[in-house]
């Protein structure tokens, strides 16, 4: 029988061991901090952890179910589309309305409804894919016992975002929530949404040695086409991301950002009970354009949209003198909606996918539905109660008022040391 004094010690040294490993699990969240009444449209990258028709993504994240097929660029024009079933594992952008809520960027105007065996980890880590924490939904909806969920019960999910004013390095940006996966590394990240590693690390408030983990969930700026509509138009400050669509306007109109950064908007394919497009004094209808050569150039006339208005659709007729006629306009091409998950469709297209691409894979609906579920492996679920760490003024994004800041995990080095103290307290004696 071995002595008690190295029993003992074995058993200190391996619980010190393990409450340090922990703390090396600490998955963060940016966050942006806020002080207005503004909102603007951000995005969620998320994946399908099961087969879900339209109807029910667009119901998970209650926002509009064409506009989420739109900002993905899949056709919208096959019959009765809200009901076509997408497969798991499709990777997707959720447009969100990200607003200003307790000092705080985020989306409140989510609500799920509780199933049998559901526990707030698996809402949080499944059913989202960790773009909230359990502890984020124990705290908005004020829940006493996490471990006590009634059959029915409407929660608020609350789900960050970022606006950012709209910018990075003074471009037009939409500002997307990416869940960490255990295979992405910042390059990887930065190739897979053309942007840089640098503008990544800067919007995120990472220093050189920083690196991401699995879980983390950071703001990644997408390059985009901002609108100048009045301020009193409906879809004022629309800005739409690159090889996507808005459809906006009651579905009438649909606005993509083609090269050279310009918002073109065009009449949907599935309007229908719509007003007027067609500018003033001109033959030419939304989106259409003449080009007419002569000595000093090309004199190009356009019929732009100019926002939705108390229910009507505004155009403008606008006349340039460029140095060359312009080519055919080229927009966003579609896809099918998808039946099965392929390589461009897991990643951001067009963007060819590669091993570091794959979102790690979802628990199948059973697993949903069967027993509880406490969480993914490997993942730690961060807390709102964490420390808030804010990076120097000189990491926000250039052109911007607001600074990210890093959600971190609630186990702290503080709360480990205060652990340890009473740890050996105790242990001492028998040493």
């Known amino acids: 029988m071995p002595p008690k004094t190295t029993t003992t010690t074995t058993i200190l040294i391996t619980t010190v061991l393990l409450l340090l490993t922990v703390t090396g699990v600490t998955p963060k969240s940016t966050i942006e901090p806020c002080s207005t009444n503004d909102s603007c449209t951000a995005l969620l990258g998320y994946t399908l ?10 119901n998970l994240f209650q926002t509009d179910p064409i506009n989420i097929l739109s900002i993905n660029s899949i056709n919208v024009s096959q019959s009765d589309v809200v009901s076509h079933i997408l497969p798991s594992q499709l990777f997707l952008k959720i447009p969100i309305t990200c607003s200003c809520v307790d000092g705080i960027r985020k989306s409140v105007s989510t609500h799920y409804k509780t199933r049998p065996s ?12 960790g773009l909230v924490s359990a502890d984020q939904i124990k705290e908005a909806n004020e829940i006493d016992d996490p471990n006590v969920l009634d059959v029915g019960m409407s929660l608020v999910v609350p789900l960050q975002c970022g606006c950012f004013n709209g910018t990075d390095n003074n471009m037009p940006v939409v500002y ?17 949404f053309k942007t840089t590693v640098t503008d990544v690390m800067v919007v995120n408030g990472l220093g050189s040695g920083d690196d991401v983990e699995d879980g983390d969930v950071l703001a990644i700026p997408l390059s985009a086409c901002a609108s100048n509509f009045p301020r009193h138009a409906f879809d004022y400050a629309l800005s739409v991301p690159s090889g996507g669509y808005a459809v906006i306007a009651n579905h009438c109109v649909q606005c993509s950002c083609t090269p050279g950064s310009r918002l073109y908007c065009q009449p949907a394919s ?13 033959n030419l209808t939304l989106g259409n354009v003449t080009v007419q050569q002569s000595s000093a150039g090309c004199n190009v006339t356009s019929c732009d949209y100019g926002g939705f208005v108390n229910g009507t659709i505004i155009t403008t007729l606008s006349s340039s003198l460029q140095p060359r006629c312009p080519g055919p306009q080229q927009v966003p091409p579609l896809i099918a909606p998808p039946i099965v998950v392929s390589p461009d469709m897991v990643s951001a297209p067009p963007t060819p996918a590669t091993p570091d691409m794959v979102p790690a894979p979802a628990p199948s609906p059973f697993q949903i539905d069967g027993a509880p579920i406490s969480g993914l492996p490997g993942q730690v679920v961060p807390s709102t109660s964490s420390s808030l760490v804010f990076p120097p003024s000189a990491n926000g994004p250039s052109g911007t008022s607001s600074r990210a800041c890093i959600l971190v995990n609630p186990l702290s080095s503080f709360s480990l040391a205060m652990v340890l103290v009473l740890f050996l307290k105790v242990m001492f004696p028998f040493l």
Do not use: F, H
Request: hydrophobic letters at 45%; glycine letters at 4%.
């Open 176 to 192: 997307m929530a990416y869940v960490v996966r255990a295979v992405d590394t910042l390059a990887g990240i930065a190739v897979r």
């Open 270 to 282: 599935m309007s229908v009970s719509c007003s007027s497009m067609q500018c003033k004094r001109s």
């Open 118 to 129: 559901d526990t707030l980890s698996s809402i949080a880590n499944v059913v989202y894919g």
């Open 49 to 58: 952890y099961t087969d879900l028709k339209v109807s029910e993504l667009a």
